[in-house]
């Protein structure tokens, strides 16, 4: 059974600790980076490297402005893969739409093995960035994640990566279309049909709200969770900032929340 989040700081583990459960892929020679989570193999395989998002950069997008940070997140990547043999290991949905491999990377470093998406995070040039389908590990990504703000780094130190506050919804209206964390206290949480809504204010055309569709709400049942169960809980929650009447951000796993404080 899957446990929510509980919010600890500290090290990160090396993979080969506890994502045992990963199934090993193809190794390959890095020949490309594209962007702080995107590499190129010689064989000609794409590699998004699964459970991070890097800041990103424009890669041809037209009118997409270059997130703070990017550059330094390619470099970083850079120094730690380029023309470097890495391991690929697998733990859940292993393509995407658009053909490239969704895999965790390891890459040799003074002769021990190190994982690329925890170093990424460590050095606050990522966040734990996570899909329905592909869960594994993230117990371990979220402590790396917690380790690089802990010691601000990278993307901690820059305004455009801060945690929002759930009671400043004007705030995270600001923010429509953009990917962002959000603490807050839950002031109730309620089924509507086939939606829980877990509501941060007294007035929901205003005020912030998350939302879990009938997908999601499967996935949370499949894992033994009651989204309900967080009621009156201080949570962090993170993903796409929507606008409907009021900011919101769709849920769609249990593990996009954590959970700070139970009352």
């Given amino acids: 059974m899957t446990t929510l989040l509980m919010a600890v700081p500290g090290a990160a583990p090396a993979l080969s600790q506890t994502c045992d459960s990963l199934t ?11 962007d702080g989570d995107t590499i190129d193999l010689d064989s000609g395989l794409t590699v998004r490297l699964v459970g991070i998002q890097a800041p990103k950069l424009p890669l041809g997008r037209e009118g997409f402005e ?5 550059d330094e997140a390619r470099d970083r990547i850079e120094s730690l893969v380029m023309g470097k043999t890495v391991t690929l290991h697998y733990g859940g949905e292993t393509r995407d739409r658009h053909g490239r491999a969704l895999a965790h990377v ?19 040039l990522a966040r734990v960035y996570s899909f329905p389908d592909n869960r594994s590990c993230l117990d371990l990504l979220y402590a790396a994640e917690g380790q690089g703000r802990a010691e601000g780094a990278g993307i901690w130190r820059d305004p455009y990566y801060a945690i929002r506050d759930a009671a400043q919804p004007e705030t995270l209206l600001e923010r429509e279309g953009g990917y962002e964390l959000v603490e807050g206290r839950v002031l109730n949480a309620e089924a509507a049909g086939s939606r829980v809504f877990l509501n941060f204010g007294r007035v929901w055309r205003e005020d912030f709200t998350v939302v879990i569709e009938r ?26 900032i929507e606008v409907d009447d009021g900011p919101r951000i769709e849920v769609t796993h249990p593990e996009q929340i954590e959970v700070l404080a139970r009352p």
């Fill in 24 to 34: 090993p892929g193809p190794t390959g020679r890095v020949v490309a980076i594209s």
């Fill in 66 to 70: 270059t997130w703070p940070l990017a």
């Fill in 106 to 124: 390891v890459v040799e470093q003074d002769g021990e093995d190190l994982w690329v998406q925890a170093e990424m995070l460590r050095s606050g």
């Fill in 215 to 240: 997908a999601g709400l499967r996935v949370f049942e499949t894992a033994g969770i009651d989204p309900l169960s967080l009621d009156n809980a201080v949570i962090r929650v993170r993903g796409w």
